[in-house]
């Protein structure tokens, strides 16, 4: 039989913006010239294992992907720090580069959606 899962409710902005996120423990990250390269464990998909199994001559399991951050990117994920919240990284990035505070509350919340989508960050809610 087939379970669907209920998604929580999506969020509403204000309440997404008091959210703060939370780095993934398992990432690593180094530096290089052109800013910070993430590395983080990914499970292999169940149907992704025949097809990996023939490639790459080996059983699946967990592998390692790397995702390299710009200067920008590098410096949003520099000020996560499991305190701070969305806002405050927003300003923060707004103050840093000279932007808007709306135009920078959008590029950081649509950057660490993707970092959410790899699961690098997850975002916790604040008691």
């Given at each position: 039989?087939?379970?669907?899962?209920?998604?929580p409710p999506p969020?509403?902005?204000?309440?997404?913006?008091e959210c703060i996120?939370?780095r993934n423990p398992?990432?690593?990250?180094?530096?290089?010239?052109?800013?910070?390269?993430?590395?983080?464990?990914?499970?292999?998909?169940?149907?992704?294992?025949?097809?990996?199994?023939?490639?790459?001559?080996?059983?699946?399991?967990?592998?390692?992907?790397?995702?390299?951050?710009?200067?920008?990117?590098?410096?949003?994920?520099?000020?996560?720090?499991?305190?701070?919240?969305?806002?405050?990284?927003?300003?923060?990035?707004?103050?840093?580069?000279?932007?808007?505070?709306?135009?920078?509350?959008?590029?950081?919340?649509?950057?660490?959606?993707?970092?959410?989508?790899?699961?690098?960050?997850?975002?916790?809610?604040?008691?």
């Open positions: 039989m087939f379970f669907r899962t209920r998604k969020l509403h902005r204000r309440q997404a913006l996120p939370v398992e990432a690593r990250e180094s530096r290089n010239s052109d800013g910070i390269l993430l590395s983080y464990p990914v499970e292999v998909k169940p149907w992704f294992q025949g097809i990996f199994r023939r490639m790459a001559g080996r059983e699946p399991g967990i592998i390692t992907r790397k995702l390299q951050l710009d200067t920008m990117g590098s410096s949003v994920w520099e000020m996560i720090d499991n305190r701070r919240s969305v806002r405050e990284i927003a300003e923060l990035f707004a103050q840093g580069h000279r932007l808007g505070s709306r135009e920078a509350e959008i590029s950081v919340s649509a950057f660490l959606r993707e970092l959410g989508k790899r699961g690098l960050i997850v975002l916790r809610t604040q008691e």
